[in-house]
């Protein structure tokens, strides 16, 4: 029995859209799963701020 950390990046658009993406390897650090994000259509903004393809569409930055 093995164990990993599962580092998941949510949205943070200021809406409670729910979104949420981690990666599909195991990784113990955030940049890893922001640069997986990133061609699925993730945006990340000033502060840490992420924001899913949905809410980035939607104008909501």
Known sequence: MSAHRIIVIRCNSG???GAEISTPFG???AA???AYTRP???HQRPGGRDICPDCWAAGHR
Request: hydrophobic letters at 25%; a positive charge; charged letters at 35%.
């Open 15 to 17: 809406l409670r859209c």
């Open 27 to 29: 990784t113990s650090r």
């Open 32 to 34: 890893d799963v922001r």
């Open 40 to 42: 699925h259509g993730w």
